[in-house]
């Protein structure tokens, strides 16, 4: 059950949903990549240093692998809903943090896309309003349809 769920109001309804976008696994990707280069250079080398480029290949796809588990627990635990009365945001596992904005104290919503952003469709979001802010919204998937979400009364 998402957190959102289990703090709905009575009449409440959630408008949209935002998660991590997808980019969060990218050091991970980038590592499987370079242990598999190892790999295959170490075919190509002689008996000893071909087995030495093959264990450190071992040990890159080892951190890709625990580089992958640290952004798929990094997007389990992030929660950012937009309801009909407030946006909720959720971070953490144990130790949680939770910060509310009702919708009518919300003053602006900043999006911010850089180049690769724009092209796979990622951004950082900040939600302004009277007295606090939501922030450290990094890597948002559809931050745009969210700040619509969030906007549209």
């Known amino acids: 059950m998402s957190y959102i769920s289990s703090v709905l109001q ?10 991590l ?12 990549v370079v242990a598999f280069a190892l790999f295959v250079f170490s075919g190509h080398l002689a008996t000893n240093a071909g087995r030495l480029v093959a264990y450190v290949g071992w040990f890159v796809l080892l951190l890709a692998a ?12 992030v929660e950012l ?3 009909n009365h407030r946006v909720v945001y959720k971070r953490g596992f144990i130790r ?15 999006v911010d896309q850089g180049l690769l952003g724009r092209m796979l ?5 900040r939600v302004l309003g009277t007295g606090q802010g939501i922030e450290g919204l990094d890597t948002v998937a ?12």
């Not at 009575?10 to 998660?19: D, N, T, V, Y």
């Not at 976008?21 to 499987?32: C, E, K, N, P, Q």
């Not at 625990?66 to 635990?77: D, E, N, P």
């Not at 559809?142 to 009364?153: D, W």
Request: with cysteine; charged share 20%.
């Open 121 to 125: 469709g990622y951004g950082r979001v």
């Open 81 to 83: 809903s937009v309801t």
């Open 96 to 110: 949680r943090h939770t910060v509310e904005m009702n919708m009518d104290k919300v003053e602006t919503v900043d």
């Open 66 to 77: 625990l580089a992958c588990l640290h952004a798929w627990f990094r997007r389990w635990i």
């Open 142 to 153: 559809s931050p745009l349809a969210l700040r619509s979400a969030i906007t549209a009364r």
């Open 10 to 19: 009575p009449g409440e309804q959630i408008r949209a949903i935002g998660r």
């Open 21 to 32: 976008h997808w980019i969060v696994f990218g050091r991970a990707i980038l590592l499987a």
